[in-house]
């Protein structure tokens, strides 16, 4: 049963706690509340101003669990608070580990000062969770596939346009590094994880993932430096730096182009071109 006094309490004093630049929101110089406003909380819950204002008035419906786990990541709730909210709008708390897309404040604190650098935060799988600006600009929205889709290694193995990103000459390594990358998940997860499940899927779906997993190979680790093709900008030389949150499985991965370098200025560039038409 939802606790609306409970809840609503919770999410009020939560609220008040923020404050903008914790959230990556600038503060502006006529700001009179001391914390967030209720329209920046549901802008970052991605839910009208309504919706959230009735929650804190002890008002509407009881909350999904899809719309509690996005008030949850936009109050940067910890994953205690988390289970919290849940239980207070009178659901189950979710799981934690490699299986929940929960994404811890700190990490969020981080990716939300990287404006000027492409970043994303990714799960053991792949599925893009959160992405800056830039990092849209450079691969697209990646955080809008469902299902299976939302692996890039799925899509690597089922959607062409997933390999345009990168050169020809560079495919067969990233298609080792996929298959390589999911058998480990794999054997750390077990027969019935969805790595596991994943797996299934693609060798039912793909020739050439099958004939790579059949080869058992491990430990095939991503390039220090990965060349992409932009529709617009053209190649980029990015390094990528990996910082891994093991408690939730999810890494924070950065990019970045050496200083004086065509692809740093290319960068900068894509700051103003913006993100690329979806596949």
């Not at 409970?6 to 914390?35: C, K, S």
């Not at 008002?59 to 949850?72: D, K, N, V, Y």
């Not at 600009?137 to 899509?155: E, H």
């Not at 060798?203 to 004939?211: D, G, H």
């Amino acid at each position: 049963m939802i606790d609306r006094a409970g809840l609503a309490e919770f999410l009020r004093r939560r609220r008040e706690a923020l404050q903008p630049e914790d959230v990556g929101l600038p503060r502006g110089q006529r700001r009179r509340t001391g914390g967030l406003r209720r329209e920046e909380v549901a802008a970052l819950c991605h839910m009208s101003v309504d919706y959230y204002a009735r929650l804190e008035r002890e008002r509407g419906p009881q909350p999904s669990e899809q719309m509690l786990a996005s008030i949850a990541q936009g109050l940067h709730l910890s994953l205690a608070e988390r289970d919290h909210v849940f239980r207070l709008a009178g659901h189950q708390a979710p799981p934690r580990g490699s299986g929940s897309d929960h994404v811890s404040p700190g990490m969020l604190r981080i990716l939300d000062r990287l404006g000027d650098t492409p970043a994303e935060i990714v799960t053991e799988l792949g599925e893009t969770l959160r992405q800056t600006s830039l990092g849209m600009a450079l691969v697209g929205d990646a955080s809008r596939f469902t299902g299976p889709t939302r692996s890039i290694g799925y899509r690597w193995f089922t959607d062409p346009q997933a390999r345009d990103l990168h050169p020809v000459e560079d495919h067969a390594f990233y298609s080792r590094m996929y298959v390589s990358g999911l058998r480990g998940v794999a054997a750390l997860r077990g027969r019935r994880s969805r790595a596991a499940e994943l797996a299934g899927l693609l060798a039912a779906t793909s020739e050439e993932f099958r004939v790579l997993w059949e080869a058992h190979e491990v430990g095939v680790r991503p390039p220090g430096v990965k060349r992409y093709l932009h529709p617009v900008v053209g190649r980029l030389d990015l390094n990528c730096q990996v910082l891994l949150d093991p408690d939730q499985s999810h890494s924070l991965l950065v990019y970045t182009a050496d200083p004086g370098t065509e692809s740093h200025d290319k960068l900068r560039l894509l700051a103003v071109v913006g993100t690329p038409s979806p596949g």
